[in-house]
């Protein structure tokens, strides 16, 4: 029998569930261009194998912890929503690493997160965690500029200059992939 932690959902039960879950009506919107822009990067990648569908899914579910908090916490409720419900861990790491441009262990301590690495690891996790930077709500943008509106909000935070430089590295890693 093949269990259910093994089976990637469709996009039709992916987007039940975040209905179902009352995930706000923007943050629905924005994962589905979420998930559009993370397939448009998956499809042009040729140098190596990649799960469009994980990206698809993972981008629809990246923000499914916003349920409960928009802290960053949301991150791991999501990767426990999706465990609890026994969806696929490829898709609770999703969750888990898709913050800023990942969180190592100094920044989980700086914002209150378990101590341990949030960091995308697998091509699928890079993508969605990029995408979700170049989405801001339902509009495209560059890194530059989503990471501008941060520092007008937060300030030009030591944790924020990291996590710019860290997913402009991502980019350039998945721009040799094409
Ligand atoms: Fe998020």
Known sequence: MVSKETILPDRAFALELLKKLRLPISIRLHSIN?????????????????????????GLLHDIGRTRTHGFEHALIGGKIIRERGLPKSLARICETHILGGLDKEDAKTVGLPIKDYLPETIEEKIVCLADKQMMGDREVSIDARFEKWFSKYGKTKLLIKSRERIKKIEKEIKVLI
């Open 34 to 58: 979420v998930a559009n822009k993370g397939l448009e990067i998956a499809e042009n990648i040729r140098k190596v194998n990649v799960d469009t569908r994980l990206v698809e899914i993972g």
